[in-house]
């Protein structure tokens, strides 16, 4: 049998890695190697990416769509299924108002084309404000933080780990997730080279990771509590003349006295006894940080889904201004990503234009916490949500209180999901929609080709046709987008209409590449794609009119997408970040606001607790979550070779609280909090604080009605059964979902 090479993008984590593929003549992928070939990656994998052939032939992936009748979810025709949930959607919407259909948008989604590309889309034309997504159990204090800060959401910086001398990092273990909100392929090989150059990297995490295992020096912190540890370090600058006030950016800053006066009683001494970290090596941290010639500090996901998730992620960018490292090479810069256009006219970033119906809670960048989905669905009254559709998302395993939501799904008048799997949370949908097989699937990562270490852009074509019939994830949203309105409709008149909305407003607008020409004329000149063709033209004009763009034609060297995939096939290093604050900055007084007034007011929760002490009942422990290399989320369980060796889901803790309970390793251990109850196997370890346990998320694969064979027989158990949907971030609406209170008891051995 004859076997080719073809090239794409890796779609499972935020490093991008460069993929070689060896087919067969069948069509299934028989190989996967790095491709050495790609620019940022230069032949970096690991063993997800490797194994990218067994997920992409997953006996249990949807090739069908699912409708649920009876008996149970029975195979349907696309025709039929599209016309289902089409008549579900809008019947909802005709009894119940366009608020009754929430939308939920995954992970997965966020590297597709499809999801950026077409859920908008959706969300208008339902014309619904219940839109929910995985962000709120993530990254929106960064979003909160960057939107108040600098005045876009988006423009969130990133270190610049290549050139950095020192990298202050907390709560992100990137040996294991291979980096969040920094795509940096080989992320081990890069802080490695911050040592061999003679610089410094140091880890504050409450486990010691492998993360840790390789920096320089790692700090044990109680979970929950980096603000004060952050408070702390910003007092010492300031106290001991540290602050250069942003060095080149002091006459771009705005608030410098009143956060000084904020972190005035924040002093190392009086962190010492929440955070556990010695006064003397806190000032020490701060004065390294502030001699390094460059440096970067960097929080992620640890220090965001806590309770004071947006204010870490404000006081980490507000070292990175104070040391004078903002936007400078070597310190945290903001990546200038190809198909954003640097001329748009940014709105000033707020929050709450709306509020859950609820609680009440503020609307945060277009979405809802999704900590407050499940009670959206079961609380009666007045705009109580009937209607869901998912897309690429398995909230019931990880969002707090997935059983609460789960027992909301099954009394839902009607469900969609657009997923390749019949999991934990589309078990419970009326029609399921899967996309095709990553191989058949077209790549660029339009949300995360914005947090790239180096200037980078690839653009993967499907390595393996789409059967006749089979619609892309791009045709299934834009199908789903246009059956809100109405049974008939073209979704290639959806994309029509978004490009020439586009263009009309690019040549409208002062300083955009295509100022004062026609938009018919651009029209015309977008790539002639094949089956799928509108959405190609879509990124090819954001290209054009992005920052290496041909601009239409005006630089005849810039980028279409034609360029990019003839001549660049193994993706396009664009440099080193440059600095470019002017571009990116767009808050109201036109300067870097270093102490928004939400921020300071939201500090008083932090001055009430450091009052109030930590006011731990007796037995107390913390949970906090964990990640391993070849998990992913809950979805890629059902690959048999990442759910082998040590990635299990086992309870980690300390020996001597194993001690106290009298359970060793292997043995059952009762995990119980405010929500619910779980039942987990000890792992006793000493790389975890003392009164900390870590359970990893995205399991608990026991439930009828699913179709995961292999995860089946690796179910865990959902550490979202004992996080709290009622403790948020306030500020970002972010779920809590490490330092979550819990008890534990030896659960007898069977
Ligand atoms: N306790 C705890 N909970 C957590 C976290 C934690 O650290 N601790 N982490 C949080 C984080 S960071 C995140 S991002 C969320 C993730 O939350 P979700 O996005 O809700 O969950 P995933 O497990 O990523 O589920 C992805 C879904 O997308 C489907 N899918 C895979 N590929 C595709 C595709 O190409 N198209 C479509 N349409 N579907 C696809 C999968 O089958 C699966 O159903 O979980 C959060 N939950
Ligand atoms: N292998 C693998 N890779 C992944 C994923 C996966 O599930 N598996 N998921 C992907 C996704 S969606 C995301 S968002 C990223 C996340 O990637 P990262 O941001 O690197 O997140 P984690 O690997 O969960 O590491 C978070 C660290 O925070 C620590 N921590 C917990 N609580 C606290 C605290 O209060 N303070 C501090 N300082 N640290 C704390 C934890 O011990 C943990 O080591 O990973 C992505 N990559
Ligand atoms: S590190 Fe991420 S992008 Fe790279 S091969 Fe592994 S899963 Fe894929
Ligand atoms: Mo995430």
């Not at 999991?423 to 995360?448: F, G, I, K, S, W």
């Not at 292999?710 to 996080?723: E, I, K, L, P």
Request: net charge negative; with cysteine; aromatic share 4%.
């Amino acid at each position: 049998m004859g076997s080719r090479t073809a090239y794409r993008t890796c779609p499972l984590c935020e490093a991008l890695c460069g993929l070689e593929l060896t087919l067969d003549d069948a069509g299934a992928v028989t190989g996967v190697r790095g491709d050495r070939n790609d620019p940022l990656s230069k032949g970096f994998i690991c063993p997800k990416g490797a194994t990218l052939g067994r997920l992409d032939s997953d006996p249990d992936r949807l090739d069908a769509p699912l409708v649920r009748g009876d008996g149970g979810h029975g195979t349907a025709g696309w025709d039929e299924a599209f016309a289902a949930a089409g008549a579900g959607l809008r019947g909802v919407v005709e009894r119940y108002g366009a608020d009754a259909v929430a939308v939920y948008l995954g992970n997965p989604g966020a590297h597709s084309i499809a999801g950026p590309l077409y859920s908008g889309a959706i969300i208008k034309a339902l014309g619904t404000r219940n839109v929910y997504s995985a962000s709120t159990a993530d990254q929106m204090p960064k979003h909160v933080s960057s939107g108040y800060m600098f005045g876009d959401p988006l423009a969130v910086p990133v270190p610049d780990l290549d050139r950095t001398g020192h990298l202050l990092m907390l709560g992100a273990n990137p040996l294991e997730s291979n980096g969040s909100l920094c795509s940096a392929p080989d992320f081990p090989g890069r802080l490695k080279a911050i040592r061999a150059r003679g610089g410094k990297v140091v880890v504050v995490d409450p486990r010691r990771t492998r993360t840790a295992g390789l920096a320089d020096e790692h700090v044990f912190i109680r979970p929950g509590t980096d603000a004060y540890l952050l408070a702390a370090l910003v007092h010492t600058l300031f106290a001991e003349e540290l602050a250069t006030g942003g060095g080149p950016l002091a006459g771009r800053v705005h608030g410098l006295d009143d956060l000084r006066a904020l972190v005035v009683e924040f002093t190392p001494e009086r962190v010492e006894p929440v955070t556990g970290i010695p006064a003397h090596r806190v000032r020490r941290m701060a004065r390294e940080l502030a001699a390094a010639e460059t440096a970067a500090v960097y929080g992620r996901l640890g220090t965001c889904t806590q309770a004071y998730g947006t204010l870490n992620s404000w006081l980490v960018d507000v070292l990175n201004v104070l040391t004078g490292n903002l936007d400078r090479p070597g310190g945290a810069m903001f990546p200038r990503a190809a198909h954003v256009p640097v001329y748009r006219r940014k709105r000033p970033f707020t929050t709450g234009r709306w509020r859950s119906r609820v609680r009440g809670l503020p609307e945060v960048n277009g979405e809802l916490p999704v900590a407050t989905l499940a009670e959206e669905i079961l609380t009666p009254g007045e705009g109580q949500i009937k209607a869901l559709i998912t897309i690429a998302g398995n909230p019931v395993l990880s969002t707090p209180n997935g059983p609460r939501l789960d027992e909301a799904l099954d009394g839902l008048e009607f469900m969609v999901s657009v997923d390749p799997y019949l999991n934990e949370t589309t078990r419970h949908a009326d029609v399921v929609l899967p996309p095709p097989r990553p191989a058949q699937t077209p790549h660029y990562d339009l949300a995360l080709l914005a947090f790239t270490v180096r200037d980078y852009v690839r653009y993967s074509s499907p390595v393996v046709p789409l059967p006749e019939g089979r619609p892309a994830e791009s045709e299934i949203l834009a199908r789903l987008a246009v059956l809100a309105s109405g049974p008939d409709g073209d979704p290639a008149a959806l994309d029509e209409m978004i490009i020439s909305t586009t263009l009309r407003k690019a040549v409208a607008m002062p300083g955009s590449p295509v100022e004062g020409r026609e938009p018919d004329e651009l029209r015309k000149m977008l790539a002639n794609g094949g089956r799928t063709g509108t959405t190609e033209q879509r990124l090819d004009m954001m290209l054009r009119l992005g920052p290496y763009g041909d601009g239409f034609g005006a630089d005849p060297a810039g980028l279409t997408l034609a360029r990019l995939r003839a001549e660049h096939p193994h993706g396009l290093d664009l440099g080193a970040l440059k600095p470019r604050l002017d571009e990116v900055l767009c808050t109201a007084s036109g300067h870097i606001e270093l102490c928004p007034p939400a921020f300071a007011a939201d500090a008083d929760r932090l001055r009430a607790a450091l009052d109030r002490g930590d006011g731990r009942a007796p037995g107390e422990m913390l949970l906090i979550g964990r990640r391993h290399l070849r998990s992913n989320n809950s979805w890629l369980h059902n690959v048999p070779e990442l759910v082998r060796g040590s990635n299990t889901c086992t309870l980690q803790l300390n020996p001597a609280d194993a001690a106290r309970l009298g359970v060793g390793a292997g043995d059952p251990v009762r995990v119980v909090s405010r929500t619910g109850a779980i039942e987990a196997v000890a792992e006793p370890t000493d790389t975890i604080m003392a009164g900390v346990v870590s359970l990893p998320h995205g399991w608990g694969h026991d439930r009828p009605g699913t179709r995961t064979a292999v995860a089946g027989r690796h179910a865990g158990v959902s550490a979202n059964a004992v996080t709290d949907e009622q403790e948020i971030d306030p500020l970002s609406g972010t779920a809590v979902l490490n330092g979550v209170p819990v008890t534990l008891e030896a659960a007898g051995r069977p």
